[in-house]
């Protein structure tokens, strides 16, 4: 029997870069037959390190903190201790063995057992199978291969002497006992300027006296003022429904409903963008917030806000929905995902707001110019039964003292409206209102787009621009039924354009009309005014007004069309409000016309006194009138009217085309012309203008009344009809063509 003690220092190193130490102890006495070891393991140094953390891409909230979960590997070292008793196989260098042995870390500590085969394979490669269990390390088996360098003998046996197992090892673990556990930790958010991202919650079934942190958050919309810093996102959770508070926000904060799958995320600098996540499970899908019959205003904004997902319920309690009308303005805000329902005054109210660049936002340098910050963007919002108008948004820009004018020199507009995905239902104002826009500075512009509007019999009107001096650009825009215009545009400047695409308008049997232009200019040679792609059908009013003092351009293109509109298609009265204004532009209509009801065109009170001034009204589509006819009356500037297209007038007991007072005015028609009355005269002009009738194909069929009457007029080009037919009904004859005192 041979026996012996020896010490020992080991060292290891983890997956997580850490290294440990540990000296050691063991004793082993080997006989023929019979084995026994013990040994003893003591760590040295540091027992407990943990490895660096990283994140997981996943976050929570903490506080009033929004942190990612990070993970890293924590390592426990172990004193241990180990006896064994092994039995020697038959004649071989094979022994079984089983032993105990023992684990303490201070904190957590086991007893265990082992229990095995080892034995060479040739003399010096051992091979071991060994099954371990404790309570820490659980049940583990193992199987192991170890080349002993040296051990091999010239004089190959079976099994050797015990002389010969002095060129044993000793049996022990040359690695240190080590634990290796996951923990977690949280690495608070910072956003891109460095600050750290702050969330104030508010859950209306929490208790009171919360102080907006998650694990106690706020009952009521009326606490987030007092309890909330400038720039926080404010997050009312799920299923949240407030009754008689109303919410007012600081300057660059956020008011976030949870809920209906909506998801909000943040820049940060640790993680980049990353989605808000739920504040408990299956949130995201819940309900979103409510609040109801909040007094005054449900929302009020200050400068840079972003308010989504709300339903502002206002149980005609509440006065404005979303309201940023104060004397200062409100700057950028971002609106979205709302619904917003039975206020007394409008559902949403905008005003821009000057503010002194005293922060050098745009680094040019000047810390004392105002800017006028007004990016304005409403996307997918739902109004019904607002008494006033769903949106009015006044560009008239306010610091507090007065109005700041844009086109000076120290004043810099900077941003473009955008209003997008909008539905209204049964409103009693006008859905949209857009006053005192400027354009300035390559900012300014309102763009439009994806607008239902349904007026139902109560509502004033779809869309009303005025004070306009910028561009509007309308896309997609869907108005139906109401007792005003689809959308109506007054006092607009020369430097305003106005692009309309897509639009659809049906007035159905309302008192609504379509487009009205009142007192609206565009320099002359520019697009001031297109329409394209665009449908008119229905409604007792007009289907285009253009009015007064209106002296821009106005385009209809051929895929547009009107049809059946209730009172007249396209009416243009240079004096509709009295007082003689002048006009000066130029319409020009290639859409067709289909019109059962009132007149198809009205030209009228053209009553230009500057010597430059040419109105112009070009029809080069098709017009089929079996209403009220043709009128062009009153117009004592120089006017040139020419009905391009094929003009088809089955009017009745209407006369179909009357040219009355058209003073200097030019009216052709170079299209073929056919008119078919019962009772009412086909062609009337009286009392002066020049005309020209030249389709040879023309034809005027008139029953009991005068086909072609012409008085103080001057024919240019001859007036040619292929066909005039006059009969006379129960005996009353008519004169088939009546000229008087014409020239030409």
């Known amino acids: ?190 956003d891109t300027d460095g600050n750290t991202v702050r969330i104030v919650h508010v859950d209306s079934t929490a208790p009171a006296g919360g102080d907006g942190t998650f694990e106690n958050p706020l009952n009521g919309m009326d606490e987030i003022l007092g309890n909330s810093q400038d720039g926080d996102v404010v997050l009312v959770h799920a299923d949240s429904a407030f009754t008689g508070d109303a919410a007012v926000l600081r300057d660059n904060q956020r008011l976030l409903g949870e809920g209906e799958g909506m998801m909000f995320t943040i820049n940060t600098n640790e993680s980049g963008t990353i989605t808000i996540p739920e504040t408990a499970p299956g949130a995201q899908n819940g309900t979103k917030p409510a609040i109801n019959s909040a007094p005054g205003s449900a929302i009020t904004l200050a400068d840079n806000n972003e308010v989504a997902n709300f339903l502002i319920e206002g149980n005609n309690v509440t006065v404005t929905g979303v309201n940023g009308m104060d004397a200062d303005g409100a700057t950028d805000p971002n609106l979205h995902d709302l619904m917003i329902q039975n206020t007394t005054g409008d559902g949403i109210a905008l005003r821009a707001g000057a503010r002194v660049d005293t922060a050098d936002a745009d680094n040019d340098g ?3 110019e105002t800017r006028v910050p007004f990016a304005a963007t409403l996307d997918s919002i739902m109004f019904d039964t607002i008494a006033g108008n769903d949106i009015t948004l006044d560009g008239q820009a306010m610091d507090g003292g007065g109005a700041v004018d844009v086109d000076d020199a120290d004043v810099e507009l900077v941003g473009d409206v955008t209003i997008s995905n909008i539905m209204s239902t049964g409103n009693g104002g006008t859905s949209l209102v857009v006053t005192n826009t400027d354009e300035a500075d390559g900012s300014g512009k309102v763009n439009i787009s994806n607008y239902e509007y349904d007026g139902g019999a109560t509502s004033a009107g779809g869309m009303a621009f005025t004070d306009i001096d910028s561009e509007l650009i309308i896309m997609n825009y869907t108005a139906n039924n109401g007792n005003g215009p689809a959308a109506a545009f007054t006092n607009l400047t020369s430097e305003a354009v106005v692009n309309i695409d897509g639009m659809t308008y049906d007035g159905a049997a309302g008192t609504s009309s379509g487009l009205v232009f009142d007192n609206v200019d565009s320099l002359i040679g520019t697009a001031g005014v297109t329409v394209t792609n665009s449908t008119f059908t229905g409604g007792m009013g007009n289907g285009v007004s253009i009015l007064n003092d209106s002296d821009g351009m106005f385009s209809f293109n051929n895929n547009s069309s009107f049809t059946n509109i209730g009172g007249t298609t396209i009416f243009v009265d240079g004096n509709s409000g009295g007082g003689g204004t002048e006009f000066t532009g130029n319409l020009s209509v290639n859409a067709d016309i289909t019109n059962d009801t009132g007149n198809s065109v009205v030209l009228q009170n053209m009553n230009d006194n500057e010597a430059d001034g040419i109105f112009s009204a070009i029809f080069g589509g098709s017009i089929t009138d079996t209403g009220l006819g043709i009128r062009v009356n009153d117009n004592t500037g120089a006017q040139t009217s020419l009905f391009a297209g094929m003009v088809d007038l089955d009017t009745g007991a209407s006369e179909a085309v009357v040219l009355n007072n058209i003073g200097n005015s030019e009216i052709d028609f170079a299209g073929q012309l056919e008119i078919d009355t019962d009772g009412a005269r086909g062609f009337v002009s009286t009392n002066g203008g020049s005309l020209n009738v030249s389709n040879t194909n023309n034809r005027i069929t008139t029953n009991a009344a005068t086909a072609l009457t012409i008085t103080d007029s001057t024919v240019n080009n001859g007036v040619q009809f292929g066909e005039v037919n006059v009969t006379a009904n129960g005996g009353n004859a008519a004169n088939g063509i009546i000229l008087t005192n014409n020239d030409g």
Do not use: H
């Not at 404790?134 to 079976?158: E, H, M, P, Q």
């Open 366 to 368: 000047n810390t004392t």
């Open 1 to 190: 029997r041979i026996t012996g003690i020896s010490v020992w220092a080991d060292g290891t190193s983890t997956q997580a870069d850490n290294f440990f130490a540990q000296v050691g102890v063991s004793w082993e006495s080997l006989g023929d037959l019979w084995d026994f070891r013990a040994n003893g393991y003591a760590p040295v140094g540091d027992r407990f390190e943990t490895g660096e953390f990283s994140g997981t891409g996943s976050t929570n909230f903490t506080g009033n903190s929004l942190g990612e979960i990070t993970a890293a590997s924590f390592d426990t070292t172990f004193f241990a201790a180990e006896v064994e008793a092994a039995r020697r196989l038959g004649n071989r260098d094979a022994w079984g063995f089983a032993g105990v042995y023992g684990l303490n870390s201070g904190n957590d500590e086991t007893a265990g057992y082992r229990l095995g085969l080892r034995g060479y394979a040739v003399p010096d490669v051992l091979l071991q199978l060994a099954v371990t269990d404790d309570d820490i390390f659980k049940t583990n088996a193992s199987f192991s291969l170890t080349w002993f360098v040296g051990r091999t003998r010239s004089d190959y046996c079976a099994t050797c002497s015990v002389l010969d197992r002095f060129r044993e090892p000793v049996m022990r673990n040359d690695y240190v006992a080590i634990q290796t556990t996951a923990v977690s930790g949280v690495n608070t958010l910072t």
